[in-house]
């Protein structure tokens, strides 16, 4: 959600400031503000409504500059997006403040600094973080004491970047619930809630734990852990390349993150299958032990990776033949579910710093299950570093808000999965391969099906004057079906929802008329009859069908209905990837002809860190 960056050096860092800050616009924000300490030690702060190009042109006007700063893109939680209401904040002209998260006792505490005299200019928790600082500032030995004094008020979730003109050479830090990094540099370092931000700087990072403080200088880092201790943390090297968030050719990320699909199914399923086999060790040192007493599997997740995770129940349930179930993650967190024995916990996540999951996945380490394993795609996150086993999905960077080859490489991930857990529950060597081929087979699929583009851009002009849609899919595709209805109501901003085709007598019917396109994926499956008989519901009330279907499926075009012929024959196993494609294409295309924001839809945001 939120973006922050921070940095202090010998030069001017208000450029790396600004760069960050467009490589975290990908994230979603509404405001964007900058504050520097000049040499005069007093702050120059800037913010503006809207992009970070507007924050651009006004430091520009300004002249701004300075050798530390911190900057932040808003997504508005407290407050409307307004200038005063973005970010730094600040208390007495001597504290600024970039804040990730929410504070759920801002109230009271405002109640008390508001007694004490204190004014306020925002709408903002964070502004209340600015003032409680300031105030344990007047009795403490400096900024790190006095934000070490502040957090242990809160209750919420945070990451904090302050600043004072009191102690013009550091940045102090803070972390509970949201993420934020140290960058290291020659003489000079940095700080970000997402490494992607400083990449053209460094590529070297420490990831604060949960309730560290920490207090950055030009050539020291000081961090204590949520006791109070002195700690150390390990410094990684990003593998990340610098460009990772450039568009290139394309017109937006998402149709790009679109046609990466096929190589980043072949990363993910690289080095991990050999001779026809899956290896275990993918997932870690001890999942071999693992996945031989797993007999049950529970999945929580949110959103996409929701979809993600139920195609994986079906599967797992239909090939491993144990029992699967998944729930979203905030609502696991607030149910008290019944563990049975040798269960296997599986969070997914696409940024790994999702609030409900993490949440989720803390919970469950108290709730007696076998293990737990995190499918994320970023090996530096949260979720990775709180799991017992992890399959990292090497998407790479998806800059999109709407996830595209995040959700193909986590069904990918899922059903490598699948195949690790058949092996211990009866699969054969020679099943075993089969599903293995058909997994390696993705990549070249994925690129046929991506060819469907052009026929896809010219149905899309079908869609534009549409106000609502019915996605219709049965089996493990009804959970696609939920996944095209999200991707074109995320990107599109037309009604729509999924629903498995066999539900349609039950309710959804009383919908359909001419003005209701209803899209259907169509595998040549065993539910294939089922399916063209709940489509006949359809027809017989008049509306208008769009259907995705296998070259063998023998469905045509006729009044009403247009078939769209899928380039080739998939197994069971392939389709849920397979029949995603043309419907993130489907999406893209009708969201350009609306002339939306295709890669930041409104009030939407990537990665959401807040409950």
Not at 52 to 78: C, D, F, P
Request: proline share 4%.
């Amino acid at each position: 959600m939120c973006g922050i960056v921070g940095a202090i050096a010998e030069r001017n860092v208000v450029p790396i400031l600004l760069e960050g800050l467009r490589r975290l616009e990908y994230r979603g924000y509404d405001s964007a503000g900058i504050a520097v300490l000049g040499a005069d030690r007093q702050f120059a702060r800037l913010r503006t409504v809207g992009k970070v190009k507007n924050l651009t042109e006004a430091v520009a006007q300004n002249g701004t500059h300075g050798r530390i700063g911190i900057a932040h893109t808003r997504w508005a939680t407290h407050g409307v997006p307004s200038e005063r209401n973005a970010h730094p904040q600040m208390s007495s002209n001597g504290i600024a403040i970039v804040h990730n998260g929410i504070i759920e006792n801002h109230e009271a505490l405002r109640a008390d600094l508001k007694a004490k005299g204190y004014a306020f200019t925002s709408e903002t928790d964070t502004e209340v973080i600015a003032h409680r600082i300031h105030l344990h500032s007047q009795s403490s030995a400096g900024l790190f004491e006095a934000v070490r004094k502040t957090v242990a008020e809160l209750t919420g979730a945070y990451a904090l970047a302050v600043m004072s003109d009191a102690d013009a050479d550091c940045i102090v830090l803070a972390r509970e619930g949201c993420p934020v990094v140290i960058g290291l540099g020659i003489d000079e370092n940095f700080v970000a809630s997402d490494v992607s931000a400083l990449l053209p700087v460094t590529r070297r990072f420490m990831f604060l734990n949960e309730g560290d403080v920490a207090e950055v200088r030009r050539k020291q880092i000081r961090i204590v852990d949520s006791t109070g201790k002195p700690a150390v943390r390990v410094v990684r090297e990003s593998e990340l390349p610098a460009d990772a968030a450039e568009r290139g050719e394309y017109r937006h990320f998402m149709l790009k993150e679109i046609h990466e699909q096929p190589r980043a199914i072949a990363q993910t399923l690289e080095e991990r299958i050999a001779n026809g086999k899956l290896l275990d060790a993918a997932f870690g040192p001890a999942a071999q032990t693992v996945f031989a007493k797993t007999k049950a599997v529970h999945i929580v997740a949110c959103g996409t990776s929701y979809h993600a995770g139920l195609v994986a129940t079906y599967f797992i349930e239909q090939i491993c033949n144990i029992p699967a179930r998944i729930e979203i993650a905030s609502e696991y967190r607030y149910r008290n579910p019944i563990v049975t024995a040798d269960t296997l916990f599986v969070t997914i996540s696409q940024s790994g710093e999702t609030a409900d999951t993490l949440a989720a996945l803390r919970m469950a380490k108290q709730r007696g299950y076998l293990a737990t394993l995190a499918i994320c795609n970023v090996p530096e996150s949260s979720l990775v570093r709180d799991s017992d086993l992890v399959l990292l999905t090497r998407a790479g960077p998806e800059i999109g808000v709407a996830s595209t080859k995040a959700f193909t490489t986590q069904l990918t991930a899922l059903s490598m999965l699948v195949v690790a857990l058949a092996k211990h529950n009866g699969t054969d060597a020679e099943r075993e391969h089969g599903l293995v081929t058909r997994l390696l087979e993705l990549p070249a699929l994925v690129e046929k099906t991506l060819a469907l583009d052009p026929t896809i851009r010219a149905l899309a002009e079908r869609f534009v004057d549409k106000h609502h849609a019915l996605f219709l899919g049965r089996g493990a595709l009804y959970s696609i079906a939920l996944e095209g209805a999200l991707k074109l109501k995320e990107i599109s901003y037309i009604h729509a929802e999924g629903y498995a085709a066999g539900e349609l007598k039950h309710g959804p019917l009383a919908l359909v008329d001419e003005d209701m396109p209803v899209i259907t994926v169509a595998p040549n499956n065993d539910l294939l009859e089922k399916l063209k008989s709940n489509l006949q519901e359809v027809r017989a009330r008049g509306g208008e069908l769009f259907v995705f279907a296998d070259p063998d499926a023998g469905m045509e075009s006729g009044d009403g209905v247009t078939v769209i012929k899928m380039p080739a024959h998939v197994s069971y196993f392939q389709a849920p990837v397979i029949y995603t494609i043309p419907l993130q294409l489907l999406a893209y295309h009708v969201a350009v002809l609306k002339g939306t924001d295709v890669d930041q839809p409104r009030n939407l945001a990537k990665s959401v860190t807040v409950e």
